[in-house]
């Protein structure tokens, strides 16, 4: 059973930068094809796509942290990170990281992100 594994999360000051990242617990053969999403779920709030990296390297992000977040993978490492930077206070969060493709769908159990001076 594959399972992915967050860590980098923490209490950070209004302003400061995190860098996130997600392995996997065991190789994946077919990881280099299948697409990497970062979420997060603010208390009481729905679960929100924060950023997405495909196979094929190709990026999205949600408007909230364009040009202040940045996703990316590291296929000989079963890694995928985001950076963090210039946080804010509505950025604090449980991020999650999963990785899917047609066949797959796998999470991990999320890491706390705070914001707060």
């Known amino acids: 059973q594959v399972q992915l594994v967050e860590s980098g999360g923490g209490l950070v000051q209004p302003g400061g930068s995190l860098r996130l990242s997600c392995t996997t617990t065991?190789?994946?053969?077919?990881?280099?094809?299948?697409?990497w999403n970062w979420y997060r779920q603010a208390p009481g709030k729905q679960r929100e796509l924060v950023a997405l990296i495909t196979s094929r390297d190709n990026t999205n992000y949600a408007y909230s942290v364009e040009g202040r977040f940045t996703i990316s993978r590291d296929n000989t490492k079963n890694t995928v990170y985001l950076q963090m930077n210039s946080l804010k206070p509505e950025d604090t969060a449980v991020y999650y990281c999963n990785l899917h493709d047609d066949r797959a769908d796998y999470w991990g159990q999320g890491t706390q992100v705070t914001v707060s001076s």
């Open positions: 065991r190789d994946i053969f077919t990881l280099f094809a299948m697409d």
